[in-house]
């Protein structure tokens, strides 16, 4: 289930990046560009459910408030190797 998923992910990604549709940090994705948009994201402002999900996904605890210093935990190698694997 997992494969299928992450080609689904890949093939969305793919399809948005061949249509220039995408941020010019998420063309070429590598941890720095990934956390050079996840900033601009934040300071742009997002909701609840955004903060929720960077903060399951970072696997912070949800009493605590998030914060851009959380970014540069070198977590987000793990998005950039999925994505080129």
Do not use: W
């Not at 070429?28 to 402002?45: D, F, Q, V």
């Amino acid at each position: 289930m997992i494969e299928k998923y992450k080609s689904e992910i890949l093939q969305a990604y793919e399809q948005k990046r061949d249509a220039g549709v995408l941020s010019p940090n998420l063309i070429h994705l590598t941890p720095a560009n990934i956390r050079k948009e996840a900033c601009l994201l934040l300071s742009a402002g997002c909701d609840n459910t955004d903060i929720r999900m960077l903060k399951e996904f970072l696997d912070l605890p949800f009493k605590n408030s998030f914060q851009m210093s959380h970014l540069e935990s070198g977590i987000l190698t793990n998005l950039g190797h999925f994505a080129l694997f």
